[in-house]
């Protein structure tokens, strides 16, 4: 049998690899705006499936509290360092304090791009996963300094209770 943490550092530096290949190849075939929409319309569909896969790994339902052990569980998996505060029934912040996509950009050499990126994924990706635990959730998505530390902040409403 093989080693559970080589096997999911493979698996992610796979699923980091073929994210940058694909999108340098339709740059390459286009443009990079080109490339960016069509990473963006990418980054509204793969949320949901990671959220309904977490969700039925750890047997969660819907609502807040489910969101919050949902992005645990991802934020981990995905090698963030990042925070939750605790969860309340209006809601709980998310902390992003070194973001591994930021890593790999910089890494690809492509570090001007960072803003433009993290401008439009992070929304999508985490509005696409969002809601799929409730309508009722929304995020307010605060930048910081993405470009250069990697750091952002996330904060979830429920709107029911708000």
């Known amino acids: 049998m093989y080693d559970q943490k080589l096997f999911a550092d493979y698996l992610r530096k796979c699923f980091v690899s073929v994210d940058g290949l694909w999108f340098m190849k339709i740059e390459e ?18 949320p949901k499936i990671e959220a309904r896969t977490i969700k039925e790994l750890l047997s969660l339902g819907h609502g807040i509290e489910a969101l919050h052990a949902a992005l645990d569980f991802k934020l981990g ?3 963030y360092t990042a925070a939750l505060s605790p969860v309340h029934e209006a809601g709980f912040t998310l902390k992003v304090h070194d973001c591994p996509w930021v890593k790999h950009i910089k890494k690809a050499g492509r570090a001007h791009f960072i803003e433009k990126i993290s401008a439009s994924i992070c929304p999508a990706e985490y509005g696409a996963f969002t809601a799929e635990f409730g309508k009722t959730i929304t995020i307010d998505h605060q930048r910081g300094d993405c470009a250069k530390q990697g750091t952002c902040r996330f904060v979830f409403s ?3 209770t708000s």
Do not use: G, M, S
């Open 29 to 46: 075939d286009a443009d990079f705006e080109k490339a960016l929409d069509i990473d963006i319309a990418v980054w509204k569909v793969l």
């Open 77 to 79: 998996a995905e090698l």
């Open 158 to 160: 429920n709107k029911k």
